[in-house]
Each structure stands twice: as C-alpha cells, then as structure tokens.
C-alpha cells in the first residue's frame, strides 16, 4: 500500500468516532480528499461527501459510515465509578477487562472497565458470576471520589476502547473499529483512483462518508435525500466466519484475505451485482458471493428505500472479530475493494440507469 | 407560576386528548395562543401551529405533544361490559381498580376497571380487563357507549404542595403547554427576534411519533426542541446507574448525543448559564423516544435538541412534576430563541 494512502488509513482508524461525534474522523477524511476530488463538503449532522465530474449523470455514491461503536458516560457515583450505556450494539461481555478512553471536555481521560479477580469469582454464587448487562460495568478512572471524578469527566462523554492499529504481519492489520471506518477509507481509496483517470469518466462519483449508522442508519436517511442519487453501494465490514467456533451451514464462508464480498438478494440490486462481478473478473480480483444478511441492516437499506427506490448494493470488506476492539482486516483485501470500485465505476456509461428487467 | 398561564395548563390538563382524539385540548391550545401568534393553523390531522415572524428565514420549532396515552372501546358483551385495547405505552395491570371516563358521541360515560380479590390478575394483559358502566345489559350498554370511543383515567391536576403537582398525562400536555407559553412569552420581544419561532402542539406521538413527522416534513425546520418529560430517577427501585440521575425540581433537563444536534445543545447550555437557569443533564434515550427521534434524520437532516422536564412515574395516572422546572424550560427556550441571528445555520463543524 502507498505510504500516503497508509497514513491516511491509520489517521483515520485512530481517530475516536463514536456515533455523534464523527467530527474529528470526518476532518482527517476531508484533508485527503480535498488532494484530489473537486469539491469536498458536510452537511448539518456532519455526513461529509468528496464529488469528482459533479454534473454528470448517472449519480453514484460510494459509502461507508464514519462512525463507530463506543459507550456515554450515564452516572458517576460518588465514589467516582463510572457508569455507561452503549452507543451501537455492544456486547458488554467483552468489556471487562478493557482500558477505555473518556472523551472529555478537556481532554482525553483513561480509564479501565473493573472486572472480577478469579480469585474472588470462585467464591461468588452463579448469579453474581454470569457474563454482565451494560449498565452493570463500571469504569474506573483512579479518582479518589465522586466529586474528583466529576471534575474530570461528565453525563454524556462518548468513550472508545483503547485499540489502536497495528500491524500483525505485513498485511493482516488490527484495530478498534474496522467497522465502518475501513468502508469510508476505501470509499475514498476509489475515488483518488478514479480522480486518476478522470478523463475517462463518464459518471459522476460521489465519495461519502457517513454519520450515525451504527445506531439506526440515520445518517444514510438524510443523505440519500439530499443527494438523490442514480445508485449507491454501501461498503462495510463484512462479517468474517472463518474463525473457531462458527458452523459454516450457519453462517457461510467468508475468508478473511479472501477477497471482497458482495451480497445478493433484498435491496442488492441485480443489475449492480453484475457489474461487480463482471469487472471482479476482468480485473481477476477474487470476489465472495453472500446471500444478504436477514439479522442485520446496513446503509443501503436507507438508499434503496427512502426516495423511491435507488438501486444500490452492499459490498464488504473481510474482517474478524467485529464489533470488538480486536477487529482483524488485510491491507490486501482493501485495495482489492478500491480498485474494483473504480473498475466499476470507469465502466459506467453516460446516463446508463439500472433497472430490473420485466 | 403565573395565574393566567396556570389555569390554561389545568384546563389542559384535565381535557381528554387521547392520541387521535386531540381536538378537545387542541381547541384549548388554539384559543390561548392565538392571542400572542402571528398565525395559527392547523393541519388535516389535527396538528396545530403558531408562528412568530412567519418570514424569517431561520425556522426554530419548539413542539410538545398534546396526546395522551388512553384506551379505546374495542368490544361490547352481551353482558353489558366493555373491552378495550391500548393507545400508546399503556400498563394494564395499572388500570386494575381504576375510574374510568368513556368519551361518547353523547357524553361522558363513568365506569370502573373491575377488579376485586376475586379475580384480580397481577400481570393481566388489555384483554383481560375490562370496563364496568352498571349496564344491565349488552343492549343498554351499546345506547351508552359505542366501538370505538376514547377513553381516559379519571384522575386530574392537583397540587401536593406549593411547587409539586400531580396529574393525569403531563406526558406531554406539559410539553404543548411549553411550546405556547414560549409564543406568549415572545410575542412582547417580538422587536429583538430574528428567527421565526414556531410552536407545534403536534397529535400522535404515543403511537409513533406521527405528527411531528408531518410537521416536519411541512415546516423544513431549521431547529426542532422536542420538550417531552424523561423519568426522574430519585425514587425507591430505580438504578440511577442504569438509568442516570435525573430529578424534579432540579431544572430543565438537556439531553446529549444522537439526535441531539451539538450545537444546539451548545447553545441551550450557554443560555442557561447566562440566565441562571440549573439544568440537568442526560445521555439519549436507549429506552424510549421523543419527536426528536424520527424528525432528526428526515427531509435531508433537522438539526433537534430534546429538552425535558423530569417526571415521576411517567405512564401512570400519578405522573408528578415540580412546575417549576415547566417554568424554566418555558424561559430557557425563549431566551434561546432571542439568540439565533438572522438567517443562523446549525451545522456540525468539520
């Protein structure tokens, strides 16, 4: 991967974005693409979009959503614990044992979620032992007491766990939050390779990166209507099963390393579908065919909704462990997306539309 | 509290609004603020707007709901009683032993929800309960009340001591009322303001938010405050770890993330610090939903601020509020609105 694009990776992924408070990620993101796209702007919530051949048509939009999942502060007792509820869905049951990241007013403040000494587990009952809820967690912050805490920090911080990337051989990469800051990198990725060969573009393509997807999609629903676009390919995490302890009659194969995914059926259009496979073989990169995902919305169920019907696709990029703050993606994998994004853009004729024929 | 703004929330208070059967209260809302407003309209399902400066380019909306959660008479026995389902987050086993007002085409109908040592269920479910008028028949009973008709819990406003209150449903009469009272308040400032100041007294939020999706959808607001109750967490049971800490008398309450547009909830701190107005503050509902909610990620994105007013035992016939936290939130927003220059934008920073 260029060193640019890598920097740019690893800014983005280190930069806490909790749903709401995606502003710090969507500057890093805008920085890099005002380096190539012709016009980079957010709108009220701080959805943020990178236009190269605005004007022409059709209208597409790459997305991938800026936001993480994290935790707010909720309660701070007086012995100076803190007390949390989710943003997004979190498995509290990771939780313990963590250090996390206060976001504060006046800065960053560390703090590490209590847990349980084995010593002291083995003489609890079992109702005392059994994994806990979210509000059951405390954090600890070191303060002497609740009037110390609150100083410090307040009702309403956002916080993230401690996790940022690293590389674990020289492609497989882990970090907090592949999920969707990884969609938003490469929704950008593709559009520098597409502002390459500008002069061959016929389509007008819109780079976005979204606010608030992991708690209800919402920054797709006032997107999509702003924008209005011909289609729209949501890129996200797609969700790896090729680890212990998942059946694959359950859950299917998908390979980390094993190329992108792209989904079929519901809101995956079959004319887009296509495209991708078409251009994934003209361009021999390995593509993983997933039927949708019945338990789980992303983005494109806003796009292809909410103004009548866009045609619109979700496509992912391998990773494990999601929702952790272990995610574990390859470099390989993301600039496997990249690349077949531009391809199918480039291929895109003025004024094609995408229909399902009857 | 003042006696003319005091007597307006009681007659609120105690009018039926069922949602879906708001015009009773939504009469009362029109009448007050049609004597401070610009404009007053209304829509075709009853959501009733008044204006300040209609030709102001930046549209702040302050919007509470005037429906209330109730019943509605699903069924008739030919024995003479009555079988309802619910409108909105109502908990049968409360209603158990309860008086009830039936809203006729006639007339106010009195019953009782039967219950006894006899067959008194402790998790009965809105089937199981049922209404008595003393008919003596299925026949009787059907001259008297009809499929279909609303019905409330008889229990009004009354004070408990000089600043706490108790009332059926101020869930979210009260939030109707703030809205007005904004309007009143502004309507002598009119000079100062460079914003059109909206009040919606919307219909339907206990069934999903309704009308405020249609006032949205109608208005494009520039800002949206949903003023609705949250619970007050300083009673026995309640686990101010899980659900925050929270209590009447404490001041508006300002709720963060999500829908809640940071720069408006920004502004609503810095107004309330230069009033010296005590604000409490809260994280975004992971139980529960204001207008905010759906309104927030309609027509292209509206920037929304939730503000609160701490409420005991929200969905009973006994919510309980300090009015003077109502009094508050009436002053924090228009001091709010006296501050949005001409033409003001509320866009995240990026």
């Known amino acids: 991967m260029r060193a640019e694009t890598f920097e740019f990776l690893r800014s983005l ?58 935790l707010m502060v909720k309660h701070i007792d007086d012995k100076g614990f803190v007390y949390v509820q989710p943003i997004g869905l979190v498995a509290a049951s990771r939780l313990p044992g963590k250090r996390v990241h206060i976001h504060a007013r006046k800065g960053t403040v560390l703090g590490v979620v209590a847990a349980m000494p084995p010593h002291m587990l083995s003489q609890l009952p079992e109702d005392k032992t059994r994994p ?23 009702v309403g911080d956002p916080i993230t766990a401690v996790g940022d990337l690293e590389m674990m051989t020289d492609d497989a990469v882990v970090a907090r939050g592949f999920d969707d800051r990884v969609g938003a990198f490469a929704a950008l990725e593709a559009l520098r390779l597409i502002a390459e060969r500008r002069d061959e573009l016929d389509c007008c393509v819109i780079a976005h990166s979204a606010v608030q997807e992991e708690v209800g999609i919402f920054g797709a629903m006032m997107s999509v209507f702003n924008i209005r676009p011909d289609a729209a390919i949501a890129i996200e995490t797609a969700i790896c099963s090729d680890f212990p302890g998942v059946e694959a009659a359950q859950f299917g194969v998908i390979a980390l390393g094993g190329g992108p995914t792209i989904y079929v059926g519901r809101e995956n259009h079959p004319e887009i579908v296509a495209r991708f496979r ?15 995902d019945t338990d789980h919305g992303t983005n494109a169920s806003s796009f292809y ?54 | ?115 006894s040592g006899l067959d008194r269920k402790d998790s009965a479910k809105i089937h199981e309960v049922y209404i008595d008028i003393a008919a003596k028949d299925g026949a009787e009973a059907r001259r008297k009340v009809a499929v279909g008709d609303p019905v409330t819990l008889v229990d009004d406003f009354e004070m ?44 339907q939020e206990e069934v999903g938010m309704r009308g405020a999706m249609m006032n949205a959808f109608n208005i494009r607001p520039s800002a949206f405050f949903a003023v609705d109750v949250t619970h007050a967490t300083h009673t026995p049971g309640i686990n101010q770890k899980q659900h925050g800490k929270t209590a009447i008398g404490d001041g508006p309450t300002i709720q963060l993330g999500r829908e809640n547009h940071p720069v408006l909830t920004r502004m609503l701190r810095t107004v309330a610090r230069r009033r010296k107005i005590p604000v409490q503050v809260e994280a975004f509902l992971t139980s529960g939903a204001t207008n905010a909610l759906p309104v927030y990620s309609m027509v292209g994105g509206v920037p929304c601020a939730v503000v609160s007013i701490a409420t005991r035992y929200i969905h009973t016939a006994v919510e309980m509020i300090d009015l003077r936290d109502a009094d508050r939130t009436a002053d924090l927003l228009r001091a709010l609105c006296l501050t949005v220059k001409a033409g003001q934008k509320f866009k995240v920073r990026v």
């Open chain 1, 278 to 292: 078409a251009q994934a073989k003209a361009n021999r990169i390995p593509l993983q065919v997933v039927p949708h």
């Open chain 2, 160 to 203: 408990i001591n000089r600043q706490v209150a108790v009332a059926r449903a101020f869930d979210d009469r009260i939030g109707a009322w703030v809205a007005a009272e904004v309007i009143r308040r502004l309507s002598t400032a009119r000079a100062r303001l460079r914003c059109s100041v909206i009040a919606t007294s919307s219909v």
């Open chain 1, 305 to 358: 909704m909410d103004v009548g019907g866009v045609p619109s696709a979700v496509v992912g990029i391998p990773t494990r462990y999601i929702h952790s703050a272990i995610e574990v993606s390859t470099l390989t994998d993301m600039e496997r997306m990249a690349r077949l994004l531009a391809a199918v853009c480039l291929d895109i004729k003025t004024d094609e539309t995408f229909r399902v024929k009857v």
């Open chain 1, 13 to 70: 992924l280190n930069t806490p974005t909790p749903s709401g408070f995606e502003a710090p990620g969507q500057r890093v993101w805008s920085d890099y693409a005002r380096r190539f796209a012709n016009e980079v702007r957010s709108d009220k919530y701080g959805n943020t979009i990178a236009v190269v051949n605005a004007g022409a048509r059709p209208k597409i939009v790459l997305d991938g959503h800026c936001d993480e999942i994290g």
């Open chain 1, 132 to 154: 806990p809820k979210i509000h059951e967690l405390a954090i600890d912050i070191g303060a002497a007491d609740g009037k110390a805490a609150r100083r410090r920090v307040a």
């Open chain 2, 1 to 115: 509290m003042e006696r003319g703004p005091l007597t307006f929330l009681k007659k609120l208070l105690t009018t039926p609004t069922v949602s879906g059967h708001e015009p009773p209260g939504q009469r009362l809302w029109v009448s007050y603020v049609r004597r401070y407003a610009d404009e007053v309209t209304t829509d075709s399902y009853g959501n009733a707007v008044a204006v300040l400066k209609p030709h102001a380019r930046t549209k702040v909306v302050i919007d509470g709901h005037i429906d209330e959660i109730g019943l509605v008479v699903k069924h008739i026995t030919d024995g003479g009683f009555i079988h309802v389902q619910c409108v909105g987050g109502v908990h049968p086993p409360l209603l158990q032993a309860k008086r009830v007002n039936i809203h006729t085409a006639k007339g106010v109908v009195r019953g009782v929800v039967g219950a």
